[in-house]
């Protein structure tokens, strides 16, 4: 009988793919839903609503494809792999060893779980639209140290779990920390408001509160959590888990707070753009970039042809001095624009004036031929080898360094075997494979989707240029240009072009014409859609767009059915799960929408953060422990790996067509937004059951009176 049971059964391919293939089919059915709606609603909201076509559509169809698979392989290696592992080192540490060194554990554990955080990536792609001479500090945060804002956000979410467990281990409310916590943010976001530098990042800062409370940190802190209950017998507690995941929102504001007002000395205040390049300032200005050559290729780049002379002494000839001799120099031209051999002639079609071009290529029929060679494809192919090692470095080691502490502990400190060996290291291999096919996905499909929608919103109430529909026209001819007049008289010119499969009117600016190479540099535009230029009609729309992307993706989000499920449990069926869930979606809903509002009316974010805060602090005075921590908690489930992408993004491709200095902000209002809901609803639930209680406690006094007599 025991060898029989022993032995093992030989399954073929084709029976083990009919085995497998239900349980992968619901766990990709599973990703989809979490994701269709809110990708199905941009993409109609763009295209039918505003006329604006998705541009590099099959990319971003990939990516997004990229990103299910990725959340996929990534979910199911969380609960084979690092879930396990976690929650075993979790029960078993409180059990064998004090208290010290469960927290110091608990530091490690939270920082390493922030940097394995899927939608941790974006911050590091973040800063792309950020100009250095409007936010030096917001810039520098973003490129330069952005690994540096990374391990401050993940320092914070550290000392975070470290808190919750000395919180769990000696059974402490959560309503002193966040008086403390609150308090204290608040007075550093109302001091930042005086500082140019510093209030440019306070939105950034607020936000990193919104990307820690993911797949992988809410687990591994609450399986801890589970077995510091344990320990000092409080493991039935209603409450227990909750509360952590506020302290983890909270913490990280703090630390990247606290290093802008580190980072503060060492950067310049706010400028003009040229002013920003010339030689005076080269001192404090060139240290936002790696090196002097990054600093080039940022002007080249992104400058004004007036910034650019002025980088170089404002001499025009040293500026076509120093490109001749790019073309010339390969070390010194690689060292600027990177391996590619062709960047540089790229660049001078896509970007150089006709000077700077004829510096290049040397000779008016070397350019003529360059045009007709570079201009059908402006744009860079995607580079899929770098794409891929990037990401696959970056997930091998948010993987491993999470890991090996827990492997070190798990074997040198708890002297304990790893269960279900295969299944564990199956599942870690599985971690890692879906987190670099997500941040493919993220790269290619989310980032470049929620960039692209909130770039085309304002067309609703201004005139937008499309940018990514930016094209040269060659062997352009100026007699193609019509004429019309508008209603005041003044003379237009314009005149048509195939896009596509339509025939679009462009209207013609005699400066993007080269008669020199005939060529003809063509941005389309669109909008006002609704009412005339900047009426509130059409930011109207904007604001309602945005309240439904929220109200929708939260609805859709699976961890807060999860929360609604645990709470009606939790609560005795006085807390509906349908009541929890309109409740934190209405809140994330209006929070999106007052974000948009903020970054499109261009509001400082205290004035949008200070009065709910301060308007909480009360309200979780008076509410109960048990719903002080499902409210707070609440708003860590409606910031998950789909929607941070998304939103940040999306703010930030709003904030360059409005023309604000940086586009942060949404996530901290959409967060901060469901607290108040869920709370407000809190109270009157606790109101309408104290009514329901005194109700039966009377009815039972009568009852004994009534017997009595």
Avoid at 344 to 364: C, D, M, N, P
Avoid at 440 to 447: N, Q, S, T, Y
Avoid at 555 to 577: D, H, I, Q, W
């Amino acid at each position: 009988m025991t060898q029989q049971a022993a032995r093992k059964i030989k399954v073929s391919f084709s029976q083990a793919f009919g085995l497998l293939a239900p349980y992968i089919k619901d766990r990709v059915i599973g990703q989809i839903k979490s994701v269709w709606l809110i990708i199905l609603y941009l993409v109609f909201f763009q295209t039918v609503i505003l006329g604006i076509r998705i541009a590099d559509a099959s990319i971003i169809a990939i990516g997004i494809v990229l990103v299910v698979a990725g959340l996929t392989f990534f979910m199911e290696g969380l609960f084979l792999g690092l879930m396990p592992l976690g929650e075993l080192v979790g029960v078993k540490l409180p059990q064998k060893s004090i208290l010290p060194v469960i927290l110091c554990f608990a530091l490690v554990l939270g920082f390493l779980a922030t940097l394995a955080e899927p939608a941790i990536q974006i911050l590091q792609v973040a800063g792309r639209a950020v100009n250095p001479w409007e936010a030096p500090l917001l810039f520098l945060l973003l490129s330069k140290y952005s690994h540096i804002l990374v391990y401050s956000v993940g320092a914070g979410v550290g000392i975070a779990v470290a808190f919750g467990m000395i919180r769990f281990h000696y059974n402490w409310s959560l309503k002193p920390f966040i008086y403390i916590l609150v308090g204290g943010l608040l007075s550093l976001t109302i001091w930042a408001f005086f500082d140019q530098n510093m209030l440019t990042i306070t939105g950034l800062a607020w936000d990193c509160g919104a990307v820690t409370t993911g797949p992988v940190t809410v687990p591994l802190i609450l399986a801890l959590g589970i077995g510091i209950c344990r320990m000092v017998g409080s493991a039935e507690s209603g409450t227990m888990g909750f509360g952590v995941v506020t302290l983890a929102s909270l913490f990280p504001i703090l630390t990247v707070l606290l290093l802008g007002a580190f980072l503060l000395g060492s950067v310049p205040e706010p400028m003009k753009e040229v002013d920003f390049f010339k030689k005076k300032n080269r001192r404090t200005t060139e240290t936002l970039f790696d090196n002097k050559e990054g600093m080039v290729r940022y002007v080249l780049f992104n400058a004004s042809i007036e910034s650019q002379i002025a980088y170089f002494g404002g001499s025009k000839e040293r500026m076509i001095q120093y490109l001749e001799e790019l073309s010339e120099n390969e070390s010194k031209r690689t060292a600027v624009f990177g391996d590619d051999p062709d960047a540089l002639k790229r660049w001078a079609i896509a970007h150089g004036t006709e000077e700077q071009r004829y510096s290049v290529f040397g000779s008016l029929d070397a350019v003529q031929k360059a045009v007709s060679r570079y201009s059908t494809s402006l744009k860079k192919a995607v580079d899929v080898p770098n794409l891929l090692v990037r990401n696959s470095i970056v997930a091998v080691k948010a993987i491993g360094l999470l890991t090996l502490p827990l492997f070190l502990v798990l074997f040198l400190l708890l002297r304990e075997k790893l269960p279900r060996t295969d299944e564990i290291l199956a599942g870690l291999l599985f971690t890692i494979l879906g987190m670099g096919i997500f941040s493919i996905g993220i790269e290619l499909g989310l980032d470049k989707l929620g960039n692209q929608v909130g770039s085309a919103l304002p067309s609703s109430f201004k005139t937008i240029q499309l940018l990514d529909e930016k094209r040269n026209i060659i062997n352009f001819d100026p007699d193609l240009v019509e004429s019309a007049i508008s209603p005041e008289g003044e003379k237009l010119y314009f005149f048509y072009a195939r896009i596509g499969s339509d025939y679009v009117p462009i209207p013609y600016d005699e400066k993007s014409f080269d008669p020199v190479t005939k060529q003809y540099r063509c941005t389309p535009t669109k909008g006002p859609l609704f009412g005339s230029e900047g009426s509130f009609g059409g930011i109207a729309v904007v604001l309602l767009f945005a309240f439904v992307m929220g109200y929708g993706a939260t609805l859709a989000e699976p961890a807060l059915n999860a929360l609604g499920l645990t709470v009606e449990e939790l609560t005795v069926g006085t807390f509906r799960k349908s009541l929890l869930m309109q409740a934190v979606a209405v809140g994330v809903g209006v929070g999106i929408a007052l974000g948009v509002a903020k970054i499109v009316w261009d509001i400082p974010l205290v004035w949008l953060l200070a009065p709910p805060y301060l308007l909480l602090i009360p309200i979780t005075k008076l509410s109960t422990e048990e719903f002080v921590n499902i409210g707070w908690d609440s708003a860590g489930v409606t910031t998950g790996p789909i929607t941070v992408p998304l939103v940040l993004a999306m703010g930030l491709g709003i904030g360059s067509q409005v023309g604000v200095v940086e586009g942060f902000g949404i996530l901290a209002i959409a967060s901060v937004c469901p607290i108040l809901s869920v709370l407000a609803v809190g109270l009157r639930v606790n109101r309408k059951r104290k009514a329901a209680l005194t109700e039966v406690v009377q009815t039972a006094k009568e009852e004994t009176l009534l017997d009595g007599i």
